[in-house]
């Protein structure tokens, strides 16, 4: 019975964080693909701005051009999103335990190797998703996922092939997943404690554990996010330019992750080419974080994990 409980509770948590992963895409899916675009600098988009871009694409490729790509990031959010929320707990506990240092550290840490182990399992995913979204209405590259996966193991090296731009990736998932995690707690763990009745509420589980009000959980989820995306944004336009180097007609110069740097920094500066896209990305991240933080601590009431 013991043995049962633990793999329900197990199995609840993944669904849990799956499910906020999964909330959180959706809502700014379309923002994702003109990052995409951006990033790259797609000769189609690479002249526009923001809502320019946005307005081109809906024009040039329809609505669902927005959303181009979002099939494969949510066969890949789902396990990304419970694989590092799951992490995130078990490594907390793991350091906590290790090295004795204070919540401030647990935290940061944890949220580094959960970010990092996420990574890891689902890149592959990540790659086709991202040939997907920075291909434009017209080009037949690939067809869907399958056809992406088949065509980048036949062209591209095998396995390997789908792990370029892993390094940046790991580097930049790092800081990001860290601060994000340890900005998020720490605020809500600060929250809790001076402000109780302003921010706090009962656990709908636990009466006797006291969890964020929903506005104060968005708040909290939102600068985490933007505070992670600035520290390790650069590091997110390495990895696309790499991933999408193969279609890319400066590959040559996209190799490794010390020489895209250099090249895009070199070809287009740093707020145009390092820094490219970074307005969308808060409008983007701030509300996917909101989302993703909030309705993983309500789904923890819900199933009562609390």
Same mark, same amino acid.
Request: aromatic share 10%; hydrophobic share 40%; glycine share 8%.
């Given at each position: 019975?013991?043995?049962?409980?633990?793999?329900?509770?197990?199995?609840?948590?993944?669904?849990? *964080?799956?499910?906020?992963?999964?909330?959180?895409?959706?809502?700014?899916?379309?923002?994702?693909?003109?990052?995409? =675009?951006?990033?790259?600098?797609?000769?189609?988009?690479?002249?526009? %701005?923001?809502?320019?871009?946005?307005?081109?694409?809906?024009?040039?490729? /329809?609505?669902?051009?927005?959303?181009? /790509?979002?099939?494969?990031?949510?066969?890949?959010?789902?396990?990304? %999103?419970? !694989?590092? +929320?799951?992490?995130?707990?078990?490594?907390?506990?793991?350091?906590?335990?290790?090295?004795?240092? *204070?919540?401030?550290?647990?935290?940061?840490?944890?949220? *580094?190797?959960?970010?990092?182990?996420?990574?890891?399992?689902?890149?592959?995913?990540?790659?086709?998703?991202?040939?997907?979204?920075?291909?434009?209405?017209?080009?037949?590259?690939?067809?869907?996922?399958?056809?992406?996966?088949?065509?980048?193991?036949?062209?591209?090296?095998?396995?390997?092939?789908?792990?370029? @731009?892993?390094?940046?990736?790991?580097? /930049?998932?790092?800081?990001?997943?860290?601060?994000? +995690? $340890?900005? $998020?707690?720490? =605020?809500?763990?600060? /929250?809790?404690?001076?402000?109780?009745?302003?921010?706090?509420?009962?656990?709908?589980?636990?009466?006797?554990?006291?969890?964020?009000?929903?506005?104060?959980?968005?708040?909290?989820?939102?600068?985490?996010?933007? !505070?992670?995306?600035?520290?390790?944004?650069?590091?997110?336009?390495?990895?696309?330019?790499?991933?999408?180097?193969? !279609?890319?007609?400066?590959?040559?110069?996209?190799?490794?992750?010390?020489?895209?740097?250099?090249?895009?920094?070199?070809?287009?500066?740093?707020?145009?080419?390092?820094?490219? @896209?970074?307005?969308?990305?808060? !409008?983007?991240?701030?509300?996917?974080?909101?989302?993703?933080?909030?309705?993983?601590?309500?789904?923890?009431?819900?199933?009562?994990?609390?």
């Amino acid at each position: 019975m013991a043995c049962w409980s633990l793999l329900k509770n197990y199995w609840l948590k993944r669904i849990d *964080s799956g499910i906020a992963s999964c909330c959180a895409k959706t809502t700014i899916a379309p923002l994702d693909r003109i990052k995409i =675009l951006l990033q790259a600098q797609n000769i189609h988009y690479r002249h526009l %701005g923001v809502l320019a871009t946005v307005f081109a694409v809906r024009q040039k490729e /329809g609505f669902l051009g927005l959303y181009k /790509g979002n099939g494969a990031m949510m066969v890949r959010i789902f396990p990304y %999103g419970a !694989i590092q +929320f799951m992490a995130f707990d078990k490594y907390k506990k793991l350091v906590r335990k290790k090295i004795g240092k *204070s919540e401030h550290v647990h935290r940061l840490l944890a949220g *580094s190797m959960a970010g990092i182990t996420a990574v890891i399992f689902t890149y592959p995913l990540d790659m086709v998703r991202a040939r997907l979204a920075f291909q434009v209405k017209g080009e037949h590259r690939y067809n869907g996922i399958i056809h992406a996966f088949k065509t980048i193991y036949t062209k591209e090296g095998g396995i390997p092939g789908y792990y370029r @731009g892993l390094v940046p990736t790991i580097i /930049g998932m790092a800081p990001y997943a860290g601060f994000s +995690f $340890f900005t $998020f707690e720490t =605020l809500k763990t600060t /929250g809790l404690k001076h402000a109780p009745e302003m921010l706090g509420k009962p656990s709908l589980d636990n009466p006797d554990v006291l969890v964020l009000k929903t506005h104060a959980s968005l708040m909290c989820g939102g600068v985490a996010g933007a !505070i992670a995306q600035t520290i390790s944004y650069p590091l997110d336009v390495a990895r696309r330019r790499m991933q999408l180097a193969a !279609i890319l007609p400066d590959s040559e110069k996209c190799r490794t992750m010390l020489q895209t740097l250099t090249y895009v920094c070199k070809e287009h500066g740093i707020r145009k080419g390092l820094y490219r @896209g970074l307005s969308l990305n808060y !409008i983007r991240c701030i509300p996917s974080q909101a989302v993703a933080f909030t309705t993983y601590e309500f789904m923890r009431q819900i199933l009562r994990l609390n």
